[in-house]
């Protein structure tokens, strides 16, 4: 199918560690640019960060440095690793196309996977 797929979320201790797969269409995956965004409890979703089909990153300032996004073209996955995790940082998290990109389409949006950051 051709919904998006998040996994590796779950419950973390301030400073702890996640990491996050994603994984869909083939053709996004192999050719278009990528996306993380997350979604607080009563906030829009917003966009954490993009990675190119170069493999060139991008982050919102407020992850920076602590977030790192990588890609695997050939196994159809993105994967968000997460250091240095806060409480501001609890959210759903999801992947797509990044923004700007012809197969950004909310068709894709799956279910997301929930970070919570808690002592």
């Known amino acids: 199918q051709g919904k998006f797929v998040e996994s590796g979320g779950g419950l973390v201790q301030p400073g702890g560690s996640l990491r996050l797969s994603c994984t869909g269409y083939e053709m996004i995956f192999r050719i278009y640019s990528l996306g993380w965004y997350r979604q607080r409890d009563g906030k829009e979703r917003e966009l954490v960060g993009t990675?190119?089909?170069?493999?060139?990153?991008n982050y919102v300032d407020s992850v920076k440095d602590r977030f790192t996004i990588s890609r695997d073209k050939a196994k159809s996955t993105m994967d968000l690793q997460m250091n240095s995790l806060q409480p501001e940082d609890t959210a759903v998290y999801f992947c797509?196309?990044?923004?700007?990109?012809?197969?950004?389409?909310?068709?894709?949006w799956g279910q997301g996977t929930q970070v919570t950051v808690s002592s």
């Open positions: 990675i190119t089909h170069d493999g060139i990153t």
């Open positions: 797509n196309a990044a923004p700007g990109t012809s197969l950004h389409r909310d068709s894709f």
